[in-house]
């Protein structure tokens, strides 16, 4: 059976460091109120001018470096991504661009907080039907630029930050790798965790209007995404498990979203 292998990984942040306290001076908040609650001391921001794609493409440099391999082999490049660079097209263009790659397929996945495992899965995909041999998936974001810093904004401001990771996914004949993927997705909580604007269904699609109300500042009901967090997560994690036939002693390491440590 074909079987997809991490055979390189990378990251990238900014090398801007934004602290706690440095927040304190935007808006009403402490450093002692972001630890108890997310167990956050700092966070990386991007300066003026850097956007999601220079985070995707040196985080795939670094990738295609550590599995060792000829950019000229990846198949196909896919970005999870909800802060490409532009309206359209997507970030995995530019990175297709910058390593100089023949003009393979490249697309971006836009499944806000869960894009890279939807990306992930999609690169698994490929590679277990024997389409493809190398998959570079990339998960990439800028957030900081989309935030409301204002004390109206706190909640949001305080968790979200900018980073990439990529990883080069291989074709591989034996048991090892990616054993499977679980997607999931509930639409009538959109709202709970959304951004309006700009928004195609309005004419034009960002409007003066628009930026007054504050519709292009990312909204979240912060207690329905945690209670949400916290009782989907443990399902999928079983689903996982039941499908391979493994119990939670098999496992050594869970890895986690990374948004708060309480969840
Ligand atoms: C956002 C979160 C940390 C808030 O923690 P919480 O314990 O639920 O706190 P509450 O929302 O009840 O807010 C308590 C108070 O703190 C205030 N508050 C919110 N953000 C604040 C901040 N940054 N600094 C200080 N006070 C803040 C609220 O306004 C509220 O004040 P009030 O009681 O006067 O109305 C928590 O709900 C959470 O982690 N949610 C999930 C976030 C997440 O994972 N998002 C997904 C990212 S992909």
Same mark, same amino acid.
């Given at each position: 059976m074909n079987r997809a292998k991490i055979q390189g990984i990378g990251y990238s942040v900014p090398d801007r460091i934004v602290t706690n306290s440095e927040l304190e001076k935007y808006m009403d908040t402490s450093d002692e109120w972001i630890q108890s609650r997310s167990g956050i001391k700092e966070r990386r921001w991007v300066s003026s001018?850097?956007? !999601?794609s220079d985070l995707a493409i040196d985080a795939s440099k670094k990738a295609i470096q550590m599995a060792d *391999?000829? #950019?000229? !082999? *990846?198949?196909l490049i896919i970005v999870g991504s909800l802060t490409s660079d532009y309206f359209f097209p997507g970030v995995s263009a530019q990175v297709q661009d910058a390593l100089g790659i023949s003009p393979i397929g490249a697309f971006d996945v836009k499944a806000a907080c869960s894009a890279f495992i939807y990306s992930l899965s999609i690169g698994d995909q490929f590679i277990q039907t024997g389409k493809f041999q190398t998959v570079l998936v990339i998960g990439a974001e800028v957030q900081s630029t989309a935030l409301d810093m204002s004390t109206k904004g706190r909640d949001m401001a305080v968790l979200f930050a900018d980073g990439a990771g990529a990883v080069i996914l291989k074709k591989h004949d034996g048991d090892s790798g990616i054993l499977s993927t679980h997607l999931h997705c509930q639409g009538k909580f959109l709202k709970e965790l959304w951004c309006e604007g #700009?928004? %195609?269904?309005?004419? #034009?699609?960002? %409007?003066v209007d628009m930026l007054k109300e504050g519709r292009h500042f990312p909204y979240m009901n912060g207690r329905e995404v945690f209670k949400n967090a916290v009782r989907r997560f443990p399902e999928v994690i079983q689903e996982a498990l039941d499908e391979n036939d493994l119990s939670i002693d098999d496992i050594s390491l869970i890895i986690p979203h990374q948004a708060n440590e309480r969840i």
């Open positions: 001018g850097m956007g !999601t *391999i000829d #950019p000229q !082999t *990846i198949d #700009p928004a %195609s269904r309005e004419n #034009p699609r960002l %409007s």
